[in-house]
């Protein structure tokens, strides 16, 4: 699977919105991008993933650049329960692989 | 069903002594995987399973790890003779036969703390 390169941390004031980007310039075409998020003492939660464009649920949303080579993770009003670490990672869907994480990005929501 | 269960949530262990986790995936989930983290890292695999097949196993699953899943079902991971190395998160995941396409599910995961 493609590398990506996250920032090792970020912070964000509550209730702003937190920009997480991610690099991914050897992504290949069949590779989606996921994010992933691990609140302290807890196991990675996912979050969201998308192939080329741009992606919303109820957590955040997903920006792909239009060359795929990064995106951006966002959270549009982040509360303090949002700090934790997000993992960028990408893969090919529908095999069977291990994920495989980084050190991910450390989010620290200020009060 | 509430997601994935691991068992127990934390352990402690003197050196030399074997333990064993137990995995309890999502029930419609064929696909389970053990992953090993440590303090200011990322998760790292150790091994895959599809149904009761263990089918790829990392080069970190020295030969005192085993893991099982007998049954297609719960999966258990023992270590044996436990090392001070040993000492991490310990997180199982599973996910759907769809390939996991909508990412995995994670459990809380057994900390294991070696003395």
């Known amino acids: 699977d493609a590398k990506t390169t996250q920032p090792t941390s970020m912070d964000c004031a509550e209730g702003r919105a937190a920009n997480l980007p991610c690099n991914h310039s050897?992504?290949?075409?069949?590779?989606?991008v996921y994010w992933y998020r691990q609140i302290h003492s807890q196991g990675p939660q996912y979050i969201i993933h998308?192939?080329?464009n741009n992606e919303t649920n109820e957590m955040a949303s997903l920006i792909i650049t239009e060359d795929r080579k990064s995106s951006t993770l966002i959270l549009p009003h982040a509360t303090l329960r949002d700090t934790a670490v997000y993992y960028c990672?990408?893969?090919?869907?529908?095999?069977?692989?291990?994920?495989?994480f980084g050190k991910g990005t450390r989010l620290h929501i200020l009060p | 069903d509430t997601g994935v269960s691991q068992d127990p949530r934390h352990k402690i262990t003197k050196r030399g002594q074997n333990v064993t986790f137990r995995c309890d995936p999502i029930?419609?989930?064929?696909?389970l995987y053990w992953y090993r983290q440590t303090l200011g890292q990322g998760p790292e695999f150790l091994t895959y399973?599809?149904?009761?097949?263990?089918?790829?196993k990392s080069r970190l699953l020295s030969d005192r790890f085993s893991a099982e899943r007998p049954k297609g079902s719960f999966s258990t991971l023992e270590i044996q003779r436990t090392e001070q190395g040993d000492s991490a998160m310990y997180l199982c995941?599973?996910?759907?036969?769809?390939?996991?396409?909508?990412?995995?599910?994670f459990g809380s995961g057994t900390r294991l703390t070696v003395v």
């Open positions: 050897t992504i290949s075409g069949n590779e989606y």
């Open positions: 995941a599973s996910s759907s036969p769809a390939g996991g396409i909508n990412g995995y599910t």
């Open positions: 998308g192939l080329k």
């Open positions: 990672i990408v893969r090919v869907a529908d095999r069977d692989d291990k994920i495989i």
């Open positions: 029930s419609e989930h064929n696909r």
């Open positions: 399973f599809q149904n009761e097949a263990q089918l790829e």
